[in-house]
C-alpha cells in the first residue's frame, strides 16, 4: 500500500538568510527602472536573472517564484511597520512584524 502524503497541497516555507535576502532588496532596486517599464509577463526574465545573481554569491538557491514571492512579503511587511510607526492613521489591518521585516526596514525605506 503506498503511503499517503498528507501535505502535499501546504505552501513550502523556507527561511531566506540574511545576506541573500539583503542581495534580493539590492538587485531589486537595481532593476526598478525595468519593473516599471515591463509588462508584468515580462518581468519574469528580470526575477529570474535576481534569482541566478542570488545563486551565484550565497549557498541559498532560491527560483525565480521564491524571490518574486519573498519581495512581495518584504514589501507588505515593509508597508505594515509603517503603518504601526505612525500609529496606523487609516486604520488598515496590521499584525505583528517578522524578524525581516524589522531588520530591512531601513533598507527598503528608500522608496524605489
Known amino acids: 500500500m503506498a503511503a499517503l502524503n498528507l ?15 539583503l542581495t ?11 519593473f516599471t517599464t515591463m509588462r508584468l509577463h515580462d518581468q519574469k526574465q528580470l526575477w529570474r536573472g535576481i534569482a541566478r545573481d542570488i545563486r551565484n554569491n550565497h549557498t541559498f538557491r532560491p527560483t525565480r517564484k521564491q524571490c518574486r514571492e519573498k519581495w512581495n512579503a518584504l514589501k507588505a511587511g515593509y508597508e505594515n511597520l509603517e503603518r504601526l510607526i505612525n500609529r496606523n492613521p487609516d486604520d488598515y489591518p496590521t499584525c505583528t512584524p517578522s524578524l525581516h521585516d524589522e531588520r530591512f526596514h531601513q533598507e527598503l525605506s528608500n522608496e524605489f
Do not use: E, G
Not at 501535505?7 to 535576502?21: G, K
Not at 534580493?24 to 525595468?34: D, E, F, K, M, T
Open 7 to 21: 501535505n502535499a497541497n501546504l505552501p513550502v516555507y523556507i527561511q531566506w538568510p540574511d545576506d541573500a535576502a
Open 24 to 34: 534580493l532588496i539590492q538587485r531589486r532596486r537595481a532593476y526598478q527602472p525595468l
